[in-house]
């Protein structure tokens, strides 16, 4: 060990100043990120369900029955993906004070994610969603995503629990979902006011109604 | 461009240097065209959107294996800069295009990521430099960062364990496991780098 000595490129000195700055600036971006998302959790476990059911006529409501993927197998390549479980009447407030209220949450407006459609009874097309929303950007150890459409005045919105990314994002829960967001909106002064049912049950854990929240 | 590849801090050989830098504008560009090209992309675009849904998953996994690209740059080719990089600039990006100023799960496994990686890195400066000083004192650059990202990750992980609900079980344990690497690389660091007198 007699060219120790040689190896020695920096003083005790230095290198209390490498770590004091590492510890610094440590704490300084910590103070700066200050906030975490609001991830409210379910209760318990949701409903047990096995078989997808067919949902309601796409016609009966102003909102969206079910969230629909690319599908050859189908008609105009598109089949149900999953259920929409939380609807807003939005009678008293605007399309801004919903989402206000997921962004306040600390959730991002802009999530990375997979293209689904939802059907518009009015405009008679599928459509991508009005808008988005995610714990985070990536969710890579798993997140709340939501896919919002407006259609005629109101909010439908489709609430899941993502997987982690192992490899892909999959749907863990609906119900937990549909909970948080009920909760979270509870939370800023709006009001679960029942359900209603859409007739969309889902595996693993959608028992086809959809919560109805107002302000 | 050589001499900016010859930096101890970005990596040992230059060669292996430009893999890394690679690495990272793949992944950079993945992610950016992942968010942006789906948006000039027509409703009825379906089967291209169902690709371009595929391609997400892929820059997805990918980043979800950013830590392990980054530490295992570290280990190849010292370069403690660059390896914290690999892990934690997509993640940055993505928080920017999401326009999130929060501590959120993901930029917490980022940090504890690029600290491994950065650690690592330092490390294998040291083993790598040969008695050269510009090389040893370039691993207090990244014993400098892979501290900062700790304590930031270390912070965001402990309020998210509050926080958070039981869904992002998993990337809390990832990233209590990255964070347990970094301590560890620490402790070699101390006993590879500590001074001499």
């Known amino acids: ?19 004091g700055s590492g510890a610094a600036a440590g704490v300084i971006g910590s103070a700066v990120l200050a906030e975490t998302p609001d991830s409210p959790p379910a209760d318990g476990p949701g409903p047990s369900i096995d078989r997808q059911a067919d ?8 909102y969206a029955v079910w969230q629909y993927h690319y599908n050859t197998d189908e008609p105009d390549d598109i089949g149900v993906a ?15 004070e919903f989402t206000a209220t997921f962004e306040r949450a600390g959730w991002t407006d802009a999530p990375l994610e997979y293209t689904l459609w ?40 489709q609430a899941h629990v993502d997987s982690a990314v192992t490899p892909n994002h999959t749907v863990t829960s609906y119900f937990d979902a549909q909970v948080a967001v009920g909760e979270l909106f509870e939370q800023a002064g709006w009001t679960v006011d029942g359900t209603l049912d859409l007739e969309n049950a889902t595996p693993p854990d959608h028992d086809g109604h959809a919560s109805v929240i107002r302000r | 461009m050589t001499g900016t590849l010859d930096s101890p801090q970005l990596g040992h050989r230059s060669g292996r240097t430009l893999v890394g830098f690679v690495v990272l504008s793949v992944l950079t560009a ?43 740059y570290g280990l190849w080719n010292g370069g403690p800069v660059l390896a914290a990089a690999v892990p934690t600039v997509p993640v940055l990006v993505g928080h920017m295009i999401a326009a999130q100023p929060v501590a959120t799960a993901d930029l917490s496994f980022a940090l504890a990521g690029g600290g491994a990686a950065a650690v690592v890195g330092a490390v294998q400066t040291v083993r790598l430099s040969d008695g050269d000083g510009r090389a040893v004192r370039a691993s207090l650059v990244g014993l400098a960062i892979a501290i900062a990202t700790t304590v930031m990750a270390g912070v965001f992980l402990w309020r998210l364990l509050v926080t958070a609900g039981p869904h992002v079980t998993v990337g809390l344990w990832s990233t209590g496991a990255l964070l347990a690497l970094t301590l560890g690389g620490l402790a070699v660091f101390a006993v590879v780098a500590g001074p001499r007198e």
Not at chain 1, 2 to 11: G, H, L, Q, W
Not at chain 1, 55 to 62: F, L, T, W
Not at chain 1, 125 to 154: C, D, I, K, M, N
Request: charge should be negative.
């Open chain 1, 118 to 157: 939802a059907w518009d009874r009015d405009g008679e097309r599928y459509r991508r969603p009005h808008w988005s929303s995610a714990e985070s950007y990536f969710g890579l150890g798993g997140r709340l995503h939501v896919r919002v459409w407006q259609f005629e005045g109101t909010a439908s919105v």
């Open chain 1, 82 to 96: 999953s259920p929409i479980n939380v609807v807003f009447p939005l009678e008293d407030a605007t399309f801004g």
């Open chain 1, 1 to 19: 060990m007699e060219d120790d000595s040689e190896t020695v490129a920096f003083t005790r000195r230095q290198l209390l100043a490498s770590v």
């Open chain 2, 30 to 72: 993945g992610l950016l065209s992942a968010e942006f090209v789906p948006r000039v992309v027509d409703d009825e675009g379906r089967f291209l959107l169902w690709v371009l849904n595929g391609f997400a998953g892929v820059v997805l996994f990918s980043v979800l294996l950013a830590p392990v690209f980054g530490v295992t």
């Open chain 1, 55 to 62: 949902g309601i006529s796409e016609s009966e409501y102003p």
